[in-house]
């Protein structure tokens, strides 16, 4: 899979391959995943720079930072760590649609409807660490800061799966003929 990182085509086949041997393919996340496909406990994690239009290069900024830093707590300290010029709004999104912050905020639908304020309150905080500019009160007042995320339904189930498609190239946490599958067994028996 690794070879062909970049071939949604190759993958997906690969994918369908690895389901009819058993093997368990984890999907993307921020907090687990490497920038490459990577074996954990007998699992494969899929690799975030499988994900279509994020770039291996952001990604790779990611996994260090998540080395550096440890694990993300929330999307919060997720957009507060990254460098806003590795991982722009565009990228977020397809994150999110991946279901690469599933594990930070479960609700991609709002994750989406949130990107320009995340992505511009993470500028805002690279640019005050840029310019070397502390808080008038201290560093604790980030948390204070920090924009609210409007409030949007979560997605349908179909509407997830087309997100994740149209950001995978496949369907990765499931299909949308899935619940079909068990009548048409039995309709043939």
């Known amino acids: 899979m690794s070879l062909d990182i970049a ?3 190759k993958l997906a086949v690969f994918y369908q391959d690895a389901k009819r041997f058993n093997v368990t393919i984890r999907p993307p996340c921020v907090n687990r995943s ?3 496909f990577d074996v954990e406990g007998g699992e494969v994690l899929y690799a975030l720079g499988a994900i279509r239009n994020v770039g291996l290069q952001a990604m790779e900024h990611v996994v260090e930072v998540r080395r550096e ?3 993300f707590r929330d999307i919060f300290d997720f957009v507060e760590r990254i460098d806003p010029r590795q991982v722009n709004k565009r ?3 397809t994150l999110a649609r991946a279901g690469a912050f599933d594990s930070l905020n479960a609700n991609r639908a709002q994750l989406v409807a949130a990107a320009d304020v995340l992505i511009g309150y993470g ?3 690279a640019a005050e660490r840029a310019s070397s500019q502390g808080s008038l009160f201290g560093g604790d007042q980030a948390e204070a800061q920090r924009p609210r995320i409007p409030k949007a339904e979560p ?3 179909t509407q997830r799966l087309d997100e994740e498609l149209a950001a995978v190239g496949f369907y990765l946490s499931g299909h949308p003929l899935d619940d079909m599958v068990e009548a048409l ?3 043939l028996t």
């Open 34 to 36: 490497s920038a490459d």
């Open 123 to 125: 500028q805002s905080i």
């Open 69 to 71: 830093g440890g694990a």
């Open 7 to 9: 071939n949604t085509d």
């Open 155 to 157: 997605w349908t189930p």
């Open 91 to 93: 990228c977020f999104e």
């Open 185 to 187: 067994r039995r309709k």
